[in-house]
């Protein structure tokens, strides 16, 4: 006898391959059986519905009430699908125990943690104000983000670097370069935004190592990994993928074009996650959150399991969290509940472009932890 029991299902697990209609069963906090005939205590009939791992949105902004960009974890969660959040660097050295404190013990859905390269974290990003965190050395001191990565390693799967005009006004490749360095020593992967050159694209992408991620992987012109005018993908992107740097999408409030995403989907150039970017300046628009960003790429023609894989099974494997992402039996018990409906969609990306589709993802619910909840 199970605690809960999902019936008639088509249950979509890219990890294992599986896309079946069939029954699963949770109990203990795990996903405890798949198949027919099983029996629980609190059973749920989902003719109809798609039951995909535990969503993780790998690129979000949570730190709530610490930060300006901040967005409720929660709330957000509930709206999103996701049962697991990565925080890419809203928090550096200087605050993280805040964010532990406050934020992620507190919160229901799981949270994971990209520790930035800059002592203070994103403190500067709102409508009023936008100071780029990495513009100034005196905040990006290595040995105290090492230090408190150590300390919080059971939360933290990286660090998180932004260069660009924006994020580290003309100063380079050189915060990226410290990142790695941090990186390495902690054995950890790098999650590297790039907005407005310089540095460039090719200075940024060819520093990555295999199992770092090129954030904004997507974005529009300039530094987009694609040619506009021919879709021809960037040598160093096809040689970073090569090695087996991540591409993450990070679609945010700027980082996401449809032209880009035509292209390299043309090409045959998938990304390895899909994520949101969700914070205070992208939650209305034009991401709004995961749900509606993997509907987009269903409406640029991205097949259904490839999308679920990319935010499941692909964003486990970025933060080496393999007992999440994927419903394998023994796997932590977190699944999302969706329904593919039909009617006449409409989609932004950060230039204002609109793309239609006959289908959308909606939420329906989740299980955190072998539980409904929703
Ligand atoms: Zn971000």
């Known amino acids: ?71 409720d974890p929660v709330a957000y969660a509930r709206e999103a699908g996701a049962t697991t959040l990565v925080d890419a660097g809203s928090a550096g050295a200087g605050n993280f125990h805040g964010f532990r404190a406050h934020v992620i013990e507190p919160s229901a859905p799981r949270i994971f943690a990209y520790l930035n390269i800059s002592f203070a974290g994103i403190f500067g990003f709102s409508d009023e104000v936008m100071v780029g965190e990495c513009g100034d050395f005196r905040l990006l001191e290595p040995e105290v983000c090492l230090e408190v990565a150590e300390r919080h390693r059971d939360l933290i799967v990286g660090i998180k670097v932004r260069v660009g005009m924006a994020a580290s006004e003309g100063r380079g490749v050189a915060p990226l370069d410290l990142a790695l360095e941090v990186a390495d020593e902690l054995g950890l992967p790098v999650m590297c935004h790039l907005d407005h050159p310089p540095p460039s694209r090719l200075e940024v992408v060819s520093r990555l190592r295999p199992g770092d991620v090129m954030t904004h992987c997507f974005r529009p012109f300039p530094g987009a990994p694609a040619r506009a005018r021919d879709g021809a993908v960037r040598e160093e992107i096809i040689a970073a993928r090569e090695r087996g740097v991540l591409f993450d999408i990070g679609h945010g409030a700027g980082s996401f074009g449809f032209v880009t995403a035509e292209a390299m989907l043309e090409a045959g150039f998938m990304p390895d996650c899909i994520s949101s970017d969700v914070h205070t300046m992208s939650i209305r628009g034009p991401a709004y959150n995961l749900m509606v960003t993997l509907s987009k790429f269903l409406a640029l023609g991205m097949p259904l399991n490839d999308v679920i894989a990319a935010s499941s099974w692909g964003p486990a494997r970025a933060i080496g969290k393999t007992e999440l992402g994927t419903l394998e039996v023994g796997a932590r018990g977190d699944a999302t509940v969706m329904k593919l409906t039909s009617g006449e969609f409409s989609f932004m990306d950060v230039k204002g472009l609109e793309r239609t589709s006959s289908e959308q993802l909606e939420l329906e619910g989740m299980i955190l932890d072998g539980r409904w909840w929703s």
């Not at 088509?10 to 798949?34: H, L, M, T, Y």
């Not at 005939?37 to 519905?49: K, M, N, Q």
């Open 1 to 71: 006898m199970h605690e809960l029991l999902l019936r008639n299902a088509r249950i979509i697990d890219p990890a294992s391959g599986r896309d079946e209609v069939n029954d699963i069963a949770f109990a203990d906090g795990r996903v405890a059986d798949i198949g027919p005939g099983l029996e629980a205590g609190e059973v749920r009939d989902l003719s109809g519905h798609i039951v995909s791992p535990g969503l993780i949105d790998l690129h979000t902004h949570i730190y709530w009430g610490g930060t300006s960009l901040g967005v």
